[in-house]
């Protein structure tokens, strides 16, 4: 049996793919290679704060909140390399500026299951127009 079947390049979660992730998030499997220095503040790698990939729009929000599948968040247009200690959460987006995020790379609309909360914030940013 083969597993990672992953999501057919789908953006968002069916609701029942949802409801299952909301109790236990999925593993992130991030192929990206890393750069030689951090996305975030440009400078090299040290021993003591080596670069770690990281996700710009990460797997609370992303999953939880937007219901996005484990495949699009450990894709390569979500993922910059930053330094452990702090530029990995330096490059994290909260809920508003994720969907402006998305909004920039072309998602019109969210799925209807996500919370009231998640809707709002996505109605407060404006159309796709602005």
């Known amino acids: 049996m083969k597993t990672n079947i992953g999501f057919d390049g789908r953006t968002f979660l069916t609701e029942a793919e949802w409801n299952c992730y909301i109790r236990r998030k999925p593993v992130r499997y991030i192929k990206k290679s890393k750069p030689e220095l951090c996305e975030i503040c440009g400078e090299p790698s040290t021993p003591g704060n080596p670069l770690q990939n990281a996700h710009i729009i990460g797997f609370t929000i992303g999953v939880t909140r937007l219901g996005l599948t484990p495949e699009f968040l450990d894709g390569d247009a979500n993922i910059v ?42 109605h407060s940013r404006g159309s796709s127009a602005d």
């Open 81 to 122: 390399a930053g330094h452990r200690k702090q530029c990995n959460a330096r490059a994290e987006l909260g809920l508003a500026d994720a969907c402006s995020r998305l909004r920039q790379i072309g998602v019109t609309e969210l799925p209807e299951y996500l919370p009231d909360e998640t809707l709002e914030a996505w």
